[in-house]
């Protein structure tokens, strides 16, 4: 069983930066792939970044390469999202996951993860 809480969201203007952390409860988060997620209102949960156990392998959405960074510090038990460049369009709720698989893209789906954190919020204004 393993427990996910998100923090560091909040309200930015665009262009600003915001690091999104996930800490995670139990022994086993280095057996684990992370994941991040965002939901926009009225819009479907998307997949934003993803990191392999160990955190030698990550992968992003095109919509954020290049100014979103996924990482984990196995020895604190957290994965961290750092978010730079946003933009209006980066506003949702943002999600950390874990789970078992680490295939793509199937580890940018939302149905193989096997735990999920409350999210934390991210407004960018323009």
């Known amino acids: 069983q393993v427990q996910l809480v998100e923090s560091g969201g909040g309200l930015v203007q665009a262009g600003g930066s915001l690091r999104l952390s996930c800490a995670a409860s139990?022994?086993?988060?280095?057996?684990?792939?992370m994941g991040w997620f965002r939901q926009a209102p009225g819009k479907e949960r998307e997949f934003v970044a993803a990191i392999s156990w160990s955190g030698g392998s990550t992968y992003y959405a095109d919509s954020i390469k290049g100014r979103f960074t996924i990482s984990r510090d196995n020895a604190k038990n957290t994965v961290y999202l750092q978010m730079n460049s946003l933009k209006p369009e980066d506003t949702a709720v943002y999600y950390c996951a874990a789970g078992s698989r680490w295939l793509w893209p199937q580890i940018s789906w939302t149905g193989v993860y096997n735990y999920w954190g409350q999210g934390t919020q991210v407004t960018v204004s323009s």
């Open positions: 139990g022994r086993t988060f280095s057996s684990y792939a």
